[in-house]
């Protein structure tokens, strides 16, 4: 069982002993070290994210409050 470019295409590297192993081993044989394919991130959309979020209420907010303000002083 010699490394070929057959077997480069079907392996990864252990990120704790950096031995080469079979792509989607769950545990390294070399050092024993458990392979986690890592989380992905949920990607939020840029209005969504909490500052965001808080400068629209902010100035929802001061909109709300001068339309108040005139709405007593003219009307």
């Excluded at 990864?12 to 989607?24: H, Q, S, T």
């Amino acid at each position: 069982m010699g490394f070929n470019a057959d077997n480069a295409k079907q392996s990864d590297v252990c990120p704790y002993c950096k031995e080469i192993i079979v792509r989607g081993a769950i545990r390294c044989r070399h050092c024993g070290g458990d392979i986690k394919t890592p989380k992905r991130l949920k990607i939020v959309p840029s209005w969504r994210r909490p500052f965001v979020m808080g400068m629209y209420f902010g100035v929802f907010l001061c909109l709300a409050v001068v339309v108040f303000y005139y709405w007593l002083r003219y009307w």
